[in-house]
């Protein structure tokens, strides 16, 4: 048993690992055999936890497995400041009811990996709206403006003349005060989050906690070979119906196969390493490899029968060029519908602004006429029609 434990351990401080702040320290926490406190936070910027956020995610199920304290915060007060740890432009600040409406469904997609039952579920407005200028002066004062600027991204920005908001450099500070509010023994996040991640271990230390360890997962690319972002578009999503995630995935890089297996399932890492030797030997197709990746993703969120299935459609519409059978319908309950307003309600695209780039980018057809306009109406007239949207997203339109 202890054997196994070390295993464990092992895969949690290594699989999908950038860096490990006081590794030594965090593995004798593991092999303890006590209960620690895990914490991650993600602000709700967007409607949809899309799978670059799923690693981490993925991470504390890990850890939830081992008998830990998991705590996930739904940054609704840092969503409205916003990070711009991993942008080059300045982040404008979201409104509290985008917010609160972005974060509905928060709870019900980590539940998708995590025992919700199992998990606290917090808000930092709880304690962050709370704070005076006296308590985040005294909290400001631990660190410096030079370290700061210092950040790859800030002193690009800098550089290049770009404008720095004074409400950026208070954003670590929230950040590091939610391992203060939760008493956190660990925080996990991504590369881009290192100073924010760091900001926690000082403000411990000023409120004479002992200092979280830190686990860093790596960034991963999305299905056009960029960072995963949904203000780029090319994120694959919790939320996404099972066609949809299975072709999400078949349409990415082959040389994100390995890395997204890593990343994005629990498959033993012995067969990882396999295939990878494999596909270098020439003796597994990609092709045949993202098959079976898209299945073990697409199983994760959906069950295995809906893997099963997501796999036949991919086959029948992509491989075989087959119009599907049973194609979902989306009722209108109104006389007419803007298309890029019915593509939100069929739930293949994100907003408004995401449905008028699906079409401007070619990727909506109906009835096999591409269409290139967003600002077309739909009427009555087009009820039994069929709308294909990417390469693997099929739906019928219905008006009641």
């Known amino acids: 048993m202890e054997k196994e434990l070390e295993n464990k351990i092992d895969e949690i401080l290594t699989r999908g690992v950038n860096e490990v702040i006081e590794r030594e320290s965090l593995k004798k926490k593991l092999s303890s055999g006590e209960k620690i406190t895990v914490k991650l936070g993600i602000d709700p910027t967007s409607p949809n936890l899309h799978l670059g956020r799923a690693v981490a995610l993925l991470k504390l199920k890990d850890l939830q497995d081992l008998g830990h304290k998991i705590v996930f915060i739904i940054g609704d007060f840092t969503g409205q400041i916003g990070d711009t740890s991993d942008k080059d432009s300045e982040r404008p600040m979201l409104s509290e009811e985008i917010v609160q409406s972005n974060l509905k469904s928060y709870g019900e997609q980590a539940g998708k990996i995590l025992n919700l039952d199992k998990i606290e579920i917090r ?13 985040i002066g005294a909290q400001a ?10 950040r790859d991204n800030i002193k690009k920005r800098l550089e290049e003349g770009k404008r720095i908001s004074l409400r950026e450099v208070l954003y670590p500070l929230m950040q ?8 956190a023994d660990l925080e996990i996040g991504g590369t881009d989050q290192r100073f924010n991640l760091l900001a926690g271990r000082e403000l411990q230390k000023y409120s004479d906690q002992a200092p979280q360890d830190i686990l860093m997962v790596n960034l991963i690319e999305g299905t056009d070979g960029r960072k995963m972002s949904s203000s780029w578009g090319n994120t694959i999503n919790i939320l996404d119906e099972s066609n949809d995630m299975f072709g999400k995935v078949m349409s990415m890089p082959d040389n994100l196969i390995i890395k997204y297996f890593i990343h994005c399932t629990r498959i033993p890492m012995n067969l990882v390493k396999q295939k990878e030797e494999e596909m270098k030997s020439g003796s597994l197709n990609p092709r045949d490899a993202k098959m079976d990746l898209a299945f073990e993703i697409t199983k994760i969120y959906h069950g295995e029968e809906k893997a099963q299935e997501a796999k036949e459609y991919f086959v029948n519409t992509f491989s075989e060029k087959k119009i599907p059978e049973n194609i979902p319908e989306v009722i209108v309950e109104k006389d007419e519908i803007k298309l890029t307003e019915f593509l939100v309600l069929a739930k293949v695209a994100d907003s408004i602004s995401d449905a008028r780039r699906k079409i401007e980018q070619g990727g909506v057809e109906i009835n096999g006429e591409k269409i290139s306009d967003y600002k077309i109406v739909l009427h009555k007239d087009n009820s039994g029609s069929t709308l294909k949207i990417g390469k693997f997203g099929f739906s019928k339109i219905k008006f009641q």
């Open 123 to 135: 808000y930092n407005s709880e304690w962050l709206a709370k704070l005076g200028y006296g308590e």
């Open 141 to 150: 004062d631990q660190f410096s403006l030079a370290e700061f600027i210092a």
């Open 176 to 183: 590091g005060y939610d391992s203060v509010a939760v008493g």
